[in-house]
Protein backbone atom coordinates (compact mmCIF):
# COMPACT_ATOMS: atom_id res chain seq x y z
CA UNK A 1 0.00 0.00 0.00
CA UNK A 2 2.73 2.37 0.35
CA UNK A 3 2.06 3.44 -3.59
CA UNK A 4 -1.62 4.79 -2.58
CA UNK A 5 0.00 6.42 0.41
CA UNK A 6 2.56 8.26 -1.91
CA UNK A 7 -0.04 9.37 -3.92
CA UNK A 8 -1.66 11.25 -1.44
CA UNK A 9 1.42 13.64 -1.14
CA UNK A 10 0.76 14.19 -4.89
CA UNK A 11 -1.85 17.15 -4.41
CA UNK A 12 0.61 19.00 -1.80
CA UNK A 13 2.97 19.38 -4.71
CA UNK A 14 0.37 22.11 -5.99
CA UNK A 15 1.36 24.20 -3.28
CA UNK A 16 4.60 24.70 -5.55
CA UNK A 17 2.55 26.69 -7.39
CA UNK A 18 1.57 29.41 -4.86
CA UNK A 19 4.67 31.41 -5.42
CA UNK A 20 3.76 31.97 -9.13
CA UNK A 21 0.04 33.86 -7.65
CA UNK A 22 2.09 35.70 -5.48
CA UNK A 23 4.08 37.19 -7.66
CA UNK A 24 1.48 37.67 -9.77
CA UNK A 25 0.24 40.12 -7.17
CA UNK A 26 3.51 41.97 -7.16
CA UNK A 27 3.24 42.98 -10.84
CA UNK A 28 2.56 46.57 -11.49
CA UNK A 29 -0.38 46.48 -13.85
CA UNK A 30 -0.50 50.46 -13.59
CA UNK A 31 2.83 50.79 -15.09
CA UNK A 32 2.05 47.86 -17.76
CA UNK A 33 -1.24 50.07 -19.01
CA UNK A 34 0.64 52.85 -20.23
CA UNK A 35 2.54 51.57 -22.61
CA UNK A 36 0.75 52.41 -25.73
CA UNK A 37 0.89 52.06 -29.54
CA UNK A 38 3.35 54.84 -29.52
CA UNK A 39 5.82 52.96 -27.65
CA UNK A 40 6.15 49.77 -29.11
CA UNK A 41 4.56 48.69 -32.67
CA UNK A 42 4.91 44.94 -33.52
CA UNK A 43 3.31 43.43 -36.73
CA UNK A 44 3.53 39.74 -38.42
CA UNK A 45 6.88 41.66 -40.35
CA UNK A 46 8.72 41.68 -37.42
CA UNK A 47 9.48 38.48 -36.68
CA UNK A 48 10.55 37.69 -40.51
CA UNK A 49 14.22 36.39 -40.84
CA UNK A 50 16.14 39.33 -43.36
CA UNK A 51 16.59 38.34 -47.04
CA UNK A 52 20.14 36.81 -47.69
CA UNK A 53 20.07 39.64 -50.66
CA UNK A 54 21.11 42.24 -48.30
CA UNK A 55 24.09 40.36 -46.60
CA UNK A 56 27.37 42.07 -47.74
CA UNK A 57 30.72 41.29 -46.51
CA UNK A 58 32.67 44.76 -45.84
CA UNK A 59 34.92 45.66 -49.28
CA UNK A 60 33.24 42.64 -51.01
CA UNK A 61 30.57 44.07 -52.79
CA UNK A 62 29.48 41.20 -55.37
CA UNK A 63 31.00 38.46 -53.29
CA UNK A 64 27.81 36.99 -51.74
CA UNK A 65 25.34 35.40 -54.20
CA UNK A 66 21.43 37.34 -54.49
CA UNK A 67 19.24 34.64 -52.81
CA UNK A 68 15.54 34.35 -52.41
CA UNK A 69 15.91 32.12 -48.67
CA UNK A 70 13.65 33.61 -45.95
CA UNK A 71 13.74 30.59 -43.40
CA UNK A 72 11.68 29.07 -42.21
CA UNK A 73 9.23 26.18 -43.83
CA UNK A 74 8.22 25.66 -47.16
CA UNK A 75 4.17 26.26 -48.03
CA UNK A 76 3.80 22.68 -48.09
CA UNK A 77 5.52 21.73 -45.20
CA UNK A 78 3.99 20.80 -41.58
CA UNK A 79 5.22 20.22 -38.30
CA UNK A 80 3.75 19.21 -35.30
CA UNK A 81 4.64 17.83 -32.13
CA UNK A 82 2.68 15.74 -29.13
CA UNK A 83 4.22 15.67 -25.72
CA UNK A 84 2.80 12.98 -22.59
CA UNK A 85 3.61 13.41 -19.24
CA UNK A 86 3.21 10.37 -17.25
CA UNK A 87 2.85 10.07 -12.97
CA UNK A 88 2.12 7.25 -10.85
CA UNK A 89 2.89 4.33 -9.69
CA UNK A 90 2.09 -0.09 -9.84
CA UNK A 91 1.58 -1.43 -6.16
CA UNK A 92 2.72 -5.11 -5.83
CA UNK A 93 5.63 -4.34 -8.30
CA UNK A 94 9.23 -4.36 -7.37
CA UNK A 95 9.34 -0.44 -7.12
CA UNK A 96 6.10 1.01 -5.57
CA UNK A 97 7.45 4.28 -5.89
CA UNK A 98 5.69 6.91 -7.85
CA UNK A 99 7.15 8.13 -10.43
CA UNK A 100 6.90 10.48 -13.74
CA UNK A 101 7.88 9.88 -17.60
CA UNK A 102 7.80 12.24 -20.30
CA UNK A 103 7.54 11.45 -23.95
CA UNK A 104 7.66 13.47 -27.00
CA UNK A 105 7.07 12.95 -30.83
CA UNK A 106 7.79 15.48 -34.00
CA UNK A 107 6.24 15.35 -36.67
CA UNK A 108 7.48 16.56 -40.02
CA UNK A 109 5.82 16.34 -43.21
CA UNK A 110 6.13 18.21 -46.64
CA UNK A 111 4.12 17.55 -50.10
CA UNK A 112 5.93 17.88 -53.45
CA UNK A 113 2.75 17.52 -55.81
CA UNK A 114 -0.17 17.43 -53.49
CA UNK A 115 -1.61 14.30 -53.91
CA UNK A 116 2.62 12.92 -52.06
CA UNK A 117 3.60 13.23 -48.71
CA UNK A 118 7.23 13.10 -47.49
CA UNK A 119 7.82 11.95 -43.81
CA UNK A 120 9.67 12.29 -41.15
CA UNK A 121 9.09 10.93 -36.74
CA UNK A 122 11.59 12.01 -34.07
CA UNK A 123 10.91 10.63 -30.76
CA UNK A 124 12.29 11.73 -27.44
CA UNK A 125 11.32 10.06 -24.09
CA UNK A 126 12.81 8.57 -20.80
CA UNK A 127 10.55 6.40 -19.99
CA UNK A 128 11.82 3.94 -17.38
CA UNK A 129 9.67 3.09 -14.31
CA UNK A 130 7.13 0.44 -13.93
CA UNK A 131 4.08 2.10 -14.71
CA UNK A 132 5.94 4.00 -17.85
CA UNK A 133 7.81 0.75 -18.98
CA UNK A 134 7.49 -2.05 -21.15
CA UNK A 135 4.90 -3.69 -18.22
CA UNK A 136 2.85 -0.20 -18.47
CA UNK A 137 2.22 2.21 -20.84
CA UNK A 138 5.37 1.42 -22.57
CA UNK A 139 6.32 4.79 -23.27
CA UNK A 140 9.30 5.77 -25.28
CA UNK A 141 12.34 5.32 -23.91
CA UNK A 142 15.73 7.05 -26.10
CA UNK A 143 17.65 7.85 -23.02
CA UNK A 144 17.06 11.87 -23.11
CA UNK A 145 18.28 11.51 -27.16
CA UNK A 146 16.07 11.95 -30.29
CA UNK A 147 15.66 9.03 -32.03
CA UNK A 148 14.14 8.85 -36.30
CA UNK A 149 10.85 6.54 -35.47
CA UNK A 150 10.10 6.76 -39.26
CA UNK A 151 11.54 8.17 -42.45
CA UNK A 152 8.87 7.42 -45.30
CA UNK A 153 7.84 8.84 -49.02
CA UNK A 154 4.23 7.95 -49.75
CA UNK A 155 2.32 8.50 -52.88
CA UNK A 156 -0.43 7.39 -55.39
CA UNK A 157 0.17 5.04 -58.01
CA UNK A 158 -2.53 3.53 -60.18
CA UNK A 159 -5.35 4.36 -57.54
CA UNK A 160 -3.56 2.62 -55.20
CA UNK A 161 -0.96 4.30 -52.60
CA UNK A 162 2.34 3.38 -51.95
CA UNK A 163 4.93 3.60 -49.25
CA UNK A 164 8.60 3.21 -48.90
CA UNK A 165 10.89 4.24 -46.10
CA UNK A 166 13.23 3.22 -43.39
CA UNK A 167 12.51 2.11 -39.69
CA UNK A 168 8.44 2.25 -40.24
CA UNK A 169 6.07 -0.06 -39.53
CA UNK A 170 4.56 -2.47 -42.33
CA UNK A 171 0.59 -1.59 -40.71
CA UNK A 172 1.14 1.96 -41.01
CA UNK A 173 -0.37 1.63 -44.71
CA UNK A 174 -3.13 -0.85 -43.04
CA UNK A 175 -7.17 0.00 -42.22
CA UNK A 176 -7.76 -1.87 -39.19
CA UNK A 177 -11.03 -2.51 -37.24
CA UNK A 178 -10.39 -1.52 -33.66
CA UNK A 179 -12.18 1.77 -32.20
CA UNK A 180 -10.41 0.65 -28.62
CA UNK A 181 -8.05 3.75 -27.30
CA UNK A 182 -5.86 1.73 -25.22
CA UNK A 183 -4.10 2.77 -22.16
CA UNK A 184 -1.88 0.46 -21.34
CA UNK A 185 0.56 -1.07 -24.60
CA UNK A 186 -1.17 -4.56 -23.94
CA UNK A 187 -4.31 -3.44 -25.38
CA UNK A 188 -2.87 -1.86 -28.59
CA UNK A 189 -4.38 -3.04 -31.86
CA UNK A 190 -7.09 -4.91 -30.34
CA UNK A 191 -4.09 -7.89 -29.08
CA UNK A 192 -3.74 -8.35 -32.75
CA UNK A 193 -0.38 -5.95 -32.71
CA UNK A 194 2.06 -8.74 -34.16
CA UNK A 195 -0.78 -8.76 -37.20
CA UNK A 196 -3.05 -6.25 -37.70
CA UNK A 197 -0.19 -4.17 -36.08
CA UNK A 198 2.69 -5.63 -37.58
CA UNK A 199 5.84 -3.06 -37.36
CA UNK A 200 8.74 -3.08 -39.41
CA UNK A 201 12.85 -3.56 -38.67
CA UNK A 202 14.49 -2.18 -41.49
CA UNK A 203 13.64 -0.66 -44.85
CA UNK A 204 10.18 -1.13 -45.60
CA UNK A 205 7.93 -0.77 -48.52
CA UNK A 206 3.95 -1.11 -48.49
CA UNK A 207 1.13 -0.33 -50.31
CA UNK A 208 -3.07 -0.26 -50.01
CA UNK A 209 -5.93 0.12 -52.06
CA UNK A 210 -9.48 0.81 -51.13
CA UNK A 211 -11.79 -0.34 -52.92
CA UNK A 212 -15.23 1.60 -53.32
CA UNK A 213 -17.51 -1.03 -51.64
CA UNK A 214 -15.72 -0.43 -48.47
CA UNK A 215 -13.04 -3.00 -48.94
CA UNK A 216 -9.36 -2.34 -48.51
CA UNK A 217 -6.45 -4.50 -49.45
CA UNK A 218 -2.81 -4.34 -47.89
CA UNK A 219 0.61 -5.33 -47.58
CA UNK A 220 4.19 -5.09 -47.76
CA UNK A 221 7.62 -5.96 -46.61
CA UNK A 222 10.61 -5.05 -44.26
CA UNK A 223 13.82 -6.46 -44.27
CA UNK A 224 17.06 -5.47 -42.05
CA UNK A 225 20.15 -4.58 -43.57
CA UNK A 226 22.72 -5.18 -40.93
CA UNK A 227 23.13 -8.15 -39.12
CA UNK A 228 24.15 -8.85 -34.89
CA UNK A 229 27.91 -8.80 -36.08
CA UNK A 230 27.55 -5.69 -38.04
CA UNK A 231 27.28 -6.96 -41.63
CA UNK A 232 25.05 -5.62 -44.34
CA UNK A 233 23.94 -8.36 -46.64
CA UNK A 234 21.20 -6.33 -48.46
CA UNK A 235 17.23 -6.43 -49.01
CA UNK A 236 15.39 -9.58 -49.45
CA UNK A 237 18.54 -11.87 -48.97
CA UNK A 238 19.22 -14.96 -46.54
CA UNK A 239 21.24 -13.28 -43.89
CA UNK A 240 18.75 -10.41 -43.66
CA UNK A 241 15.81 -11.10 -41.38
CA UNK A 242 12.67 -10.18 -43.62
CA UNK A 243 8.80 -9.59 -42.58
CA UNK A 244 5.97 -9.48 -44.87
CA UNK A 245 2.70 -8.79 -44.16
CA UNK A 246 -0.87 -8.45 -45.90
CA UNK A 247 -4.13 -7.50 -44.75
CA UNK A 248 -7.77 -6.84 -45.82
CA UNK A 249 -10.23 -4.66 -44.26
CA UNK A 250 -14.01 -3.93 -44.63
CA UNK A 251 -15.53 -0.58 -43.33
CA UNK A 252 -19.42 -0.41 -42.72
CA UNK A 253 -21.14 2.54 -41.30
CA UNK A 254 -21.43 0.83 -37.94
CA UNK A 255 -19.25 -2.13 -37.82
CA UNK A 256 -16.13 -3.25 -39.32
CA UNK A 257 -13.54 -6.49 -39.36
CA UNK A 258 -10.11 -6.63 -40.20
CA UNK A 259 -7.95 -9.69 -41.18
CA UNK A 260 -4.44 -10.01 -41.14
CA UNK A 261 -1.09 -12.71 -41.99
CA UNK A 262 2.51 -11.76 -40.88
CA UNK A 263 5.57 -13.85 -40.85
CA UNK A 264 8.69 -12.77 -39.21
CA UNK A 265 10.97 -15.67 -40.42
CA UNK A 266 10.57 -17.28 -37.17
CA UNK A 267 7.09 -17.25 -36.36
CA UNK A 268 3.82 -16.94 -38.40
CA UNK A 269 0.30 -15.29 -36.64
CA UNK A 270 -2.89 -14.49 -37.80
CA UNK A 271 -4.84 -11.83 -36.50
CA UNK A 272 -8.63 -10.78 -36.33
CA UNK A 273 -10.41 -7.26 -34.98
CA UNK A 274 -13.69 -5.96 -35.47
CA UNK A 275 -15.97 -3.34 -33.57
CA UNK A 276 -19.69 -2.58 -33.92
CA UNK A 277 -20.88 0.41 -32.97
CA UNK A 278 -23.87 0.54 -30.47
CA UNK A 279 -26.08 3.60 -30.10
CA UNK A 280 -24.55 3.74 -26.32
CA UNK A 281 -21.16 2.33 -27.19
CA UNK A 282 -18.94 0.91 -29.57
CA UNK A 283 -17.71 -3.06 -29.21
CA UNK A 284 -14.15 -3.79 -30.24
CA UNK A 285 -13.06 -7.62 -29.77
CA UNK A 286 -9.67 -9.12 -31.25
CA UNK A 287 -7.79 -12.72 -31.44
CA UNK A 288 -4.31 -13.65 -32.71
CA UNK A 289 -2.43 -17.04 -33.23
CA UNK A 290 0.65 -17.34 -33.26
CA UNK A 291 2.36 -20.82 -34.53
CA UNK A 292 5.98 -20.69 -34.56
CA UNK A 293 6.62 -24.12 -35.92
CA UNK A 294 6.71 -26.54 -32.50
CA UNK A 295 3.68 -24.82 -31.12
CA UNK A 296 0.76 -22.38 -31.12
CA UNK A 297 -0.20 -19.55 -29.13
CA UNK A 298 -3.40 -17.83 -28.96
CA UNK A 299 -4.42 -14.36 -26.77
CA UNK A 300 -7.56 -12.29 -27.52
CA UNK A 301 -9.10 -8.75 -26.44
CA UNK A 302 -12.66 -7.33 -25.37
CA UNK A 303 -13.47 -3.55 -24.86
CA UNK A 304 -16.07 -0.82 -24.52
CA UNK A 305 -15.68 2.42 -25.27
CA UNK A 306 -18.17 5.23 -24.49
CA UNK A 307 -18.20 8.26 -26.51
CA UNK A 308 -19.84 10.88 -24.07
CA UNK A 309 -19.17 10.14 -20.74
CA UNK A 310 -19.85 13.92 -19.51
CA UNK A 311 -17.48 15.82 -21.45
CA UNK A 312 -14.75 13.29 -22.07
CA UNK A 313 -14.91 9.49 -23.43
CA UNK A 314 -14.31 6.43 -21.14
CA UNK A 315 -12.25 2.97 -22.34
CA UNK A 316 -13.04 -0.03 -20.12
CA UNK A 317 -11.35 -3.52 -21.17
CA UNK A 318 -9.76 -6.86 -20.63
CA UNK A 319 -7.69 -9.26 -22.46
CA UNK A 320 -4.09 -11.24 -23.02
CA UNK A 321 -1.02 -9.93 -22.06
CA UNK A 322 0.54 -11.61 -25.08
CA UNK A 323 -0.18 -15.12 -26.76
CA UNK A 324 -0.27 -18.33 -24.63
CA UNK A 325 0.17 -21.77 -25.83
CA UNK A 326 -1.97 -24.40 -25.06
CA UNK A 327 -1.66 -25.39 -20.91
CA UNK A 328 0.52 -22.53 -20.17
CA UNK A 329 -0.41 -20.46 -17.39
CA UNK A 330 -2.29 -17.44 -19.08
CA UNK A 331 -1.53 -13.63 -17.49
CA UNK A 332 -4.74 -11.29 -18.00
CA UNK A 333 -4.72 -7.12 -17.25
CA UNK A 334 -7.93 -5.36 -16.93
CA UNK A 335 -8.06 -1.17 -17.48
CA UNK A 336 -10.49 1.60 -17.76
CA UNK A 337 -9.20 5.16 -18.26
CA UNK A 338 -11.45 8.36 -18.88
CA UNK A 339 -9.82 10.87 -21.18
CA UNK A 340 -11.01 14.87 -20.86
CA UNK A 341 -10.17 17.17 -22.91
CA UNK A 342 -8.89 20.69 -21.31
CA UNK A 343 -8.98 22.33 -24.24
CA UNK A 344 -8.00 21.89 -28.26
CA UNK A 345 -4.40 20.88 -27.09
CA UNK A 346 -4.25 19.11 -23.59
CA UNK A 347 -5.97 16.38 -22.91
CA UNK A 348 -5.93 14.35 -19.05
CA UNK A 349 -6.73 11.15 -18.67
CA UNK A 350 -6.14 9.17 -15.55
CA UNK A 351 -6.15 5.97 -15.57
CA UNK A 352 -5.98 2.21 -13.87
CA UNK A 353 -4.92 -1.23 -14.40
CA UNK A 354 -4.76 -4.57 -12.85
CA UNK A 355 -2.68 -7.39 -14.29
CA UNK A 356 -2.94 -10.88 -12.77
CA UNK A 357 -2.21 -14.63 -13.21
CA UNK A 358 0.72 -16.09 -13.98
CA UNK A 359 3.87 -16.81 -11.30
CA UNK A 360 4.57 -12.84 -11.20
CA UNK A 361 2.30 -11.43 -7.88
CA UNK A 362 -0.47 -9.30 -9.31
CA UNK A 363 -0.41 -5.70 -9.75
CA UNK A 364 -2.37 -2.86 -9.39
CA UNK A 365 -1.15 0.62 -11.51
CA UNK A 366 -2.38 3.75 -11.18
CA UNK A 367 -1.67 6.55 -13.33
CA UNK A 368 -2.46 10.17 -15.02
CA UNK A 369 -1.36 10.83 -18.17
CA UNK A 370 -1.41 14.28 -19.73
CA UNK A 371 -1.13 14.88 -23.34
CA UNK A 372 -0.08 17.86 -24.93
CA UNK A 373 -0.88 18.62 -29.31
CA UNK A 374 0.53 21.57 -30.70
Same mark, same amino acid.
Given at each position: ??? %????????????????????????? +?????????? *???? $?? *??????????? +????????????????? %??? #????????????????????????????????????????????????? =???????? =???? +?? &?????????? $?????????? !????????????????????????? #???????????????????? #???????? $???????? !?????????? !????????????????????????????????????????????? *?????????????????? =????????????? &?????????????????????????????????????????????????????????????????? &???
Amino acid at each position: MKL %FQQLLVAPAALGLLSPLSASASEIN +LDAISNYSKD *NLEI $DS *NSFKQKSLNNI +LVSGGEGLVESSDFNGG %FSE #TTTASFGVDFLIGGVDGAANEAVTFDYAMGIGLETSFTGEDSLSATIDI =GNATSEVG =GTDG +LN &FDSTGDGLVL $DGLTYTFPLG !GATVMVGDNTDISAVYTGACAYSSF #TDYMGNCGTGNSVGIGGNGV #TAAASYAF $DSGFSLAG !GVSSTQTTDT !GEVPGILTEEGTDSFGIEAAYTADSWGAALAYADDETNTYWGLNA *NYAFDFATLSAGYENEDS =GAATADGFFVGLS &FPEVGAGTFDIGMGTTGNFAEGAVETYIYEASYAYPVNDGMTITPGVYIREGGAAADETGVALKTT &FSF
